[in-house]
């Protein structure tokens, strides 16, 4: 499973992006966003069971992002809106095919897109 993230950039605070995670085949994987900025561990932002009904997410994103996926066209989106100046970072997708909805712990994903950097900044 390969994954290709993308739609990071340079956003103002209160702004928004909208991040896609293109896979080659991920139907049935549950997926995974997490962050990471410089000098910091690779942190858990929101996930989704590859249904795309059940979502998690970070107690710090929580009510500003969300999480969706479309298995047609095989992509998982996370829209993110007030963004913050703690929200830059470089974000990566994964796949977990072991689990329905994945995990908050990095490790437990088998699959990882190249990232896609976020700026936030006025």
């Known amino acids: 499973v390969q994954l290709q993230a993308s739609g990071g950039g340079l956003a103002q605070p209160g702004g928004s992006l909208r991040l896609s995670c293109v896979s080659d085949g991920f139907n049935y994987h549950a997926i995974g966003w997490f962050r990471q900025a410089p000098g910091k561990e690779r942190e858990f932002v929101a996930r989704i069971s590859w249904t795309g009904a059940t979502t998690d997410y970070a107690d710090s994103v929580k009510g500003r992002f969300t999480i969706s996926r479309d298995n047609a066209k095989n992509t998982v989106y996370l829209q993110m809106n007030s963004l913050k100046p703690e929200d830059m970072a470089l974000y990566y997708c994964?796949?977990?095919?072991?689990?329905?909805?994945?995990?908050?712990?990095?490790?437990?994903?088998?699959?990882w897109g190249q990232g896609t950097l976020v700026t936030v900044s006025s």
């Open positions: 994964a796949a977990d095919p072991k689990t329905f909805l994945g995990t908050v712990v990095p490790g437990a994903y088998d699959y």
